[in-house]
């Protein structure tokens, strides 16, 4: 129940594309779900986030879209540019449980150019 | 320049050895994290700490220890009893838990590696 299952593992698209990255979830005490960014040799930054009130949030080209009923969010890049080219993880936490955030297994985005 | 350090970046050991991985901040942050990389399966957390002097066992906490002596130290024992202990080792802090208003900062990772 504690599990975050993030899809695909590994992505292409050509510059212009938008990728979409899924995660989905078990626990219905998840109140935060945010995405980290990570350049290899980097640690993990975070890019965007959301609370489970909102259906959408939007900071600049990324978009989170979040279904509570279904139990799953996506991230959404518009127009991808090969400074996009990363590792993408998304997570959730419950305040409740210790704010401990679970991760899912994360999608290497290449964008070409 | 706020943020968390940990060293070295590069961290080679023998079999059989303990190895002791740091991690400092400098953001004030109540709560500190440790987690472990694999490629493939994400981060999983190790150890974790909500205030000085107490810590709690993440999901893979075997083979590992940790102490919370001070706000802003953290530092992450790799025993000999970890079976396979060579990972991309990242530590992280928060200002509570993490959430919304209180989301967790990472540093640039100690990669270990164990022959």
């Known amino acids: 129940q504690q599990q975050v299952k993030q899809s695909p593992q590994s992505l292409i698209v050509q510059k212009g594309g938008i990728p979409i990255i899924n995660c989905a979830y078990e626990?219905?005490?998840?109140?935060?779900f945010p995405w980290y960014q990570q350049f290899p040799g980097k640690g993990p930054a975070l890019l965007i986030a959301?609370?489970?009130?909102?259906s959408e949030k939007k900071e600049g080209r990324f978009t989170i879209s979040f279904n509570k009923s279904a139990k799953q969010f996506s991230l959404h890049i518009m127009d991808s540019q090969p400074g996009d080219s990363a590792t993408y993880f998304c997570?959730?936490?419950?305040?409740?449980?210790?704010?401990?955030?679970?991760f899912g297994q994360g999608t290497e985005l290449s964008v070409k150019p | 320049d706020g943020g968390i350090t940990q060293s070295p970046k590069y961290l080679f050991r023998k079999e059989g050895q303990n190895v002791t991985l740091s991690c400092e901040q400098n953001?004030?942050?109540?709560?500190m994290y440790w987690y472990r990389q694999d490629p493939g399966q994400g981060l999983r957390l190790i150890y974790y700490?909500?205030?000085?002097?107490?810590?709690q066992k993440g999901d893979i906490a075997e083979g590992y220890s940790v102490s919370r002596e001070k706000k802003e130290s953290f530092p992450l024992t790799v025993t000999s009893a970890q079976k396979n202990p060579t990972a991309f080792y990242l530590c992280?802090?928060?200002?509570?838990?993490?959430?919304?208003?209180?989301?967790?900062?990472f540093g640039n990772g100690t990669r270990l590696t164990v022959t």
């Open positions: 953001l004030n942050h109540d709560a």
């Open positions: 992280a802090s928060s200002l509570k838990g993490g959430s919304y208003n209180s989301p967790l900062h």
């Open positions: 959301i609370r489970p009130d909102v």
């Open positions: 997570a959730a936490s419950a305040y409740n449980q210790g704010g401990k955030l679970i």
């Open positions: 700490s909500q205030i000085v002097n107490d810590f």
């Open positions: 626990n219905t005490a998840f109140d935060y």
